[in-house]
């Protein structure tokens, strides 16, 4: 069964920088649309970033765009967020979220990481 897990969450000051890692435990022949989410204690999850199965399709928050960079090491199979400039606001358990493409149609499904913290702070 295919388990997808995040790294990389730390503590850092503001102004500080941070990359974050998302891979799988197997081996797969599929393809796989990836982002990343985020949610803040007491707030409800939110989009932060997504890369498309080819790396072509690029897309971010408004909050992030200019300090966060999503990028994928297919030969590798991980998934990066590099983030910086960090600031308290961006203060949120990080989770990447991966949707493989239905083709075969048995690679269909969509995993969630089990997430990890990221802290800003002085």
């Known amino acids: 069964q295919v388990k997808w897990e995040e790294s990389g969450g730390d503590w850092v000051q503001p102004g500080g920088s941070l990359r974050l890692s998302c891979s799988k435990n197997?081996?797969?022949?599929?393809?796989?649309?990836m982002s990343w989410y985020r949610q803040a204690p007491g707030k409800e999850r939110e989009f932060v970033a997504e890369?498309?199965?080819?790396?072509?399709?690029?897309r971010y928050a408004n909050s992030v765009k200019g300090r966060f960079t999503i990028s994928r090491d297919d030969a590798e199979n991980i998934l990066y967020l590099q983030m910086n400039n960090l600031n308290p606001g961006d203060t949120a358990m990080y989770y990447c979220?991966?949707?493989?493409?239905?083709?075969?149609?048995?690679?269909?499904?969509?995993?969630w990481g089990k997430g990890t913290l990221v802290t800003v702070s002085s």
């Open positions: 890369i498309d199965s080819v790396g072509k399709k690029i």
């Open positions: 979220k991966t949707v493989a493409v239905p083709i075969p149609r048995s690679c269909a499904g969509t995993w």
């Open positions: 197997i081996y797969t022949y599929c393809n796989y649309d």
